[in-house]
Structure formats: structure tokens, C-alpha cells
């Protein structure tokens, strides 16, 4: 599946399901066995790959951002919930005793993590992001989310020789949060996110906006859309003006 375009996120994470299906047979007997640390490590690069093309992310994010973002748990977890409810009686109830205590440990290992925590700020609620009932995930939301993206900071890690500097804000770094909450070759874009959500948009604040409903996140999703689009071509063209785009505007 390609990272952009194709089918949306919710129906690609059907197709995850599927390879975890497979991956997870047989797992009330194997969990437990001296092996398992050898098939895991095998298991989870493939189930991080279906995760990461849930979202549509690259390969160099970390495996706790991807299966955040993707909403689906670390393998290991998924075993070990698959043993639980081998061992109890099949109902519903049970199933959803253990899906919420795969929840718990996840919560701890995402808040123990020092890996993916540009999106911990943004997401440090497993629950609610996991269990939210709308909010398609893409390219350019993903970017938002992780921080790897089209930043000048990012691509410092490939380029030694390029700056990470704002082109317009000399003393500070071209980073994510710079860029979408800060920069002001952005403020108008920026402005009208924020008349369309109600609400000044924050790292701390962003995420449970687009969880209030669907409006809210597709008008963040439109505008990591729009970001990405002016930083690439002003960075092309040199426009490194503080006014907008004429033409840009974000759009439901």
C-alpha cells in the first residue's frame, strides 16, 4: 500500500488485523515458551510494518509513536492478552476485562519510554486516543504527530551541513512544534485553524480537539496538509516571507 493516497487508515488497519491474526496463532501456547523472545523479535518487525502503513509513516519512527498513532498494541502485549482470555471463560465481559488490562500495561510502557516523546506530549492519554470513534489517520497528520517530517530539524539528521535554523525566526529551530504553534510565516494559517476549532491550538491541547469531533480533526488534518505544502514550496522557491500563500486555505 502506498503512504499516500490508497485506501484511508481504517480500513488499512483491517488489513493489519489480518496479519495479526496470523502472527497471534497459537499464542496461549507459545507466549510462555523459552522461544517466544526470538519469534517476537521476527513477529514485531512485520506487525510495526503493518502499523506503520496504518498511518502512513516511514520507517524511521520508533515503534512506540507508530503503534500509538496506528492504535494497535506491541505484539508482545497482544500475546499475553491472547493467553489471559485462553485461560478464562469466553464472554464478552472477559474480553473486555483484558482488553482494558492490555490497555493498563501499555499506558506504563508509553509513559516509562523515552522513545516517541514528541507524540507522548501530544498523546500522553492511551484511552482516549485508542478508543476515540472518528479521526482518519495520513501523511501529513502523522508528520504533526511524530515530528519527523519536512522540518529543517529532522533533516539535520540526514544533511550534517544544513541548518536547523528558522529562516525568518534566526533564534530558533525549524521543529515541529516551531513551525505548526509558532513560526510567523504561519500566523494566518494558524488563525484560521483556530477560528474554525474555537480555541487557540497548543501542543497541549491539540490532540484533545481533534477528539472532540470530526470537524475538529479534519480541520487539523487539512491544516498539517496546508504545512507541508507551504514549507516545501517556499523552501523550493525561496519564499520565506511571514505573509501567506495567496490561494492557501484550509478547508473541511
Known amino acids: 500500500m502506498p503512504r499516500t493516497g490508497g485506501p484511508r487508515s481504517s480500513r488499512r488497519k483491517l488489513y493489519a488485523g489480518v496479519v495479526d491474526s496470523v502472527l497471534l496463532y497459537g499464542a496461549p501456547i507459545w507466549s510462555s515458551a523459552t522461544e517466544t523472545r526470538a519469534y517476537l523479535r521476527q513477529a514485531e518487525s512485520i506487525h510495526r510494518r503493518a502499523c506503520l502503513r496504518i498511518i502512513s509513516g516511514r520507517p524511521h519512527l520508533s515503534y512506540e509513536a507508530t503503534y500509538i498513532l496506528a492504535s494497535i498494541p506491541p505484539l508482545a502485549l497482544l500475546a499475553d492478552e491472547r493467553a ?33 516523546r514528541w507524540t507522548h506530549r501530544l498523546i500522553p492519554d492511551i484511552k482516549e486516543w485508542v478508543e476515540r470513534r472518528h479521526g482518519e489517520m495520513s501523511y501529513h497528520l502523522t508528520q504533526l504527530l511524530t515530528g519527523h517530517g519536512y522540518f529543517r ?3 539535520q539528521r540526514y544533511d550534517n551541513n544544513a541548518s536547523a535554523r528558522c529562516p525568518v525566526c534566526p533564534d530558533e529551530t525549524e521543529n515541529v512544534e516551531h513551525v505548526f504553534f509558532h513560526c510567523s510565516r504561519f500566523e494566518p494559517e494558524r488563525e484560521v485553524l483556530q477560528a474554525q476549532i474555537g480555541e487557540r491550538t497548543e501542543p497541549e491541547n491539540i490532540v484533545r480537539l481533534m477528539l472532540r469531533d470530526r470537524s475538529n480533526w479534519n480541520a487539523v488534518s487539512n491544516f498539517a496538509k496546508t504545512f507541508r505544502w507551504l514549507l516545501s514550496a517556499r523552501r523550493s522557491f525561496g519564499l520565506f516571507r511571514e505573509q501567506s500563500t495567496p490561494g492557501i486555505a484550509i478547508q473541511h
Open 153 to 155: 530539524h529532522h533533516s
Open 84 to 116: 489471559r482470555l485462553f485461560h478464562r471463560s469466553r464472554d464478552d465481559a472477559g474480553r473486555g476485562d483484558e482488553r482494558q488490562e492490555t490497555l493498563r500495561r501499555w499506558q506504563v510502557q508509553w509513559d516509562q519510554s523515552t522513545k516517541g
